[in-house]
């Protein structure tokens, strides 16, 4: 971006700050002033306006002391960082041992967070995880960290720094001893080989190469409790971590770049807390039993086949990975495991009574099924999902479709033997229903299930009045046909909390809906679905509503939503934003 002038850098600052709001007339001076100092660039204006906008309005001395600052970038992060509540400091800091323009995912951040105790409970109403989105999303507002990706219901997916901003927090993450990035300091192989014992001594967490741990000098490496390792392709580096034997966190960044562990001697280390890397194969040993401690396990790789000993560890608390096999059944008199919280992605799981008793306490759980072999093997006793009492957000997905895609474009085009929309969807709709039934004719959704995506299942929409009747549901993602067929008729009395609904590749034709049947809907997205004649005009009803989205080409619907937006805006009404989606 070009440098700004005086008034507009006034102009940005003020609606960043006060956000279309009146502006008390003793701030103007000297918010002009800070504007003018920030010498027209964009970055400066923006920290300096999430800064004061943390500052209440009536603190004008606050607001003088930054005028008199100066303009210099490095002092408005600065102050930024300063003006921070004590608890995000070190979350902050922390990010300065991932690499420029990486793309931290947050979901990760917010596990290392924890791990390492840098969040704790401000009140009883909210989870460790929760608190953690709160801490990012102060970090954002503040212009502090960059969001590179949002999920559909609002919330951070990806971040990153701003190279001006990670170099201070190089810096003052160094001087804090918060953590150490080597290579930030040590900008050249020669000079780490040579120096890096030296600089580690005073720090326990380090952010390094497989370079780095490759090497065998480190003097004082035992003192070293988390290392986030950045992976150098032809270095076998955690091999050597038996130099470290008080490691707590080994998390190893996700790079496109085959790397892999040496296991063995990775589970010698028995006070890990948290583990993140790939691993040579998809099997992972039963060596594991002796990671008592751990309570995330994170693996880059699909199809891991877990051994029986991952019931042992009693302390797990996240178990991911791209795709785990079934897990194996617990022996004799095995304890449940607790503390998990996060099983994801789960293949083809037989949901017995025995394996739902071991994981009691379960909050969020991903699930796919193939289709070849949900076929052929009807037992998955998926009716028992019921039984998991805590459980919030739920994935089901489905890969494999019916009918092949290629096939289903033909007919719905009519380039399959001139077929009719009519006679297409009614032969679709048939397939779907024998298959659907047959699929999840006895599946039950436990009550307090808040988030829900269905993905590939081909249900009919007949079907949604069971998801609609979940008394808790907030988010419900229809994903690639998770329904299939002509027509969708909602009713009084079903959804009555979800605040988000998106449709995402779907041959609907006719929705059939009213604001009374979506009561406190905030955000409707529509995308690919090529086949709905229209959005109803009573959706802008909706008291809550405050999103439609559109795909960008889905040019009818996207007519709709703002014809209706229209109305809303020329009857007086409170009007919603439309948004296209690009793709």
């Known amino acids: 971006m070009s440098l700004m002038d005086s008034h507009q850098s006034w102009n ?6 006060f956000r279309c709001k009146d502006i008390p007339v003793e701030l103007e001076d000297i918010g002009f002033k800070i504007a003018k100092n920030c010498g027209g660039l964009p970055l400066s204006l923006v920290v300096a306006a999430g800064l004061l906008s943390k500052i209440p309005i009536h603190n004008r001395d606050s607001w003088k002391q930054i005028a008199a600052n100066g303009g210099q970038l490095e002092t408005i992060i600065c102050l930024s960082y300063t003006h921070l509540h004590n608890h995000s400091k070190p979350c902050l800091l922390y990010m300065a041992g991932f690499p420029e323009d990486y793309e931290i995912r947050v979901s990760e951040l917010i596990h290392l967070w924890i791990s390492e105790g840098f969040v704790t409970l401000s009140n009883g109403s909210q989870s460790l995880e929760e608190e953690a989105e709160d801490f990012m999303e102060d970090l954002v507002e503040r212009s502090l960290v960059l969001v590179t990706y949002r999920k559909s219901d609002g919330k951070i997916k990806s971040c990153s720094l701003h190279d001006i ?3 201070f927090l190089v810096r003052q993450a160094a001087k804090e001893k918060v953590i150490l990035s080597v290579m930030d300091y040590l900008p050249t192989p020669i000079l780490r080989k040579h120096f890096v014992p030296r600089l580690i001594k005073d720090h326990h967490i380090i952010s390094a190469s497989s370079y780095d741990l490759h090497l065998k000098d480190y003097v004082h490496s035992s003192h070293i409790r988390i290392i986030i390792c950045i992976p150098n392709k032809g270095y076998r580096s955690v091999g050597f971590v038996e130099k470290f ?3 707590r966190v080994l998390h190893v960044l996700r790079r496109n770049d085959h790397w892999d562990w040496e296991p063995g001697q990775v589970f010698d280390l028995v006070h890990l807390t948290y583990l993140a890397s790939n691993i040579p194969n998809s099997i992972v040993p039963s060596a594991i039993s002796k990671l008592q401690n751990l309570q995330t396990l994170v693996i880059y790789r699909s199809e891991v086949r877990l051994p029986m000993e991952i019931w042992r560890l009693r302390q797990l608390r996240h178990l991911i990975a791209f795709s785990f096999q ?19 992605l789960a293949m083809d799981f037989v949901w017995s009574k025995r394996i739902v008793e071991m994981i009691p306490n379960i909050k969020k759980l991903g699930i796919c099924y193939s289709k070849g072999k949900f076929d052929a093997y009807a037992g998955y006793r998926l009716k028992n999902l019921k039984y998991l009492c805590r459980l919030e957000k739920l994935k089901l997905e489905m890969r494999g479709g019916f009918l092949s895609r290629q096939l289903h474009d033909e007919m719905v085009l009519g380039m399959g033997g001139g077929f009719s929309l009519g006679i297409v969807h009614k032969i679709l709709g048939w397939f779907s229903f024998r298959r ?3 699929r999840l004719g006895g599946l039950s959704f436990p009550l307090q299930l808040r988030r829900l995506t269905l993905s590939g299942w081909k249900l009919p929409w007949s079907d949604m009045t069971i998801v609609g009747s979940l008394p808790n549901l907030q988010v419900l993602k229809l994903r690639n046909f998770a329904c299939r067929g002509q027509r969708w008729e909602t009713s009084n009395g079903q959804f009555r909390e979800l605040r988000l609904l998106l449709i995402d590749r779907s041959d609907l034709v006719y929705w059939r809906t009213d604001a009374s049947h979506f009561p406190k809907l905030e955000c409707l997205m529509l995308h690919q679905c090529r086949f709905l004649r229209e959005i109803r005009s009573n959706i802008g009803d909706i008291q809550t ?6 795909d960008e080409r889905s040019t009818r619907l996207l007519f709709w939503a703002e014809m209706i937006q229209k109305k809303q805006r020329d009857s007086g009404k409170r009007s919603f934003l439309v948004r296209v989606k690009r793709s």
């Open 245 to 247: 034997s008080s490691l």
């Open 326 to 344: 079934p897990l194996p059944n617990p022996e004799g008199e095995q304890n449940p495991l607790e503390n998990l919280q996060v099983l994801s």
């Open 545 to 550: 509503l405050k999103v439609i989205e559109i």
């Open 436 to 438: 659907a039934k047959k």
């Open 165 to 167: 901003v990670r170099e």
């Open 12 to 17: 940005l600052l003020k609606r960043k700050v």
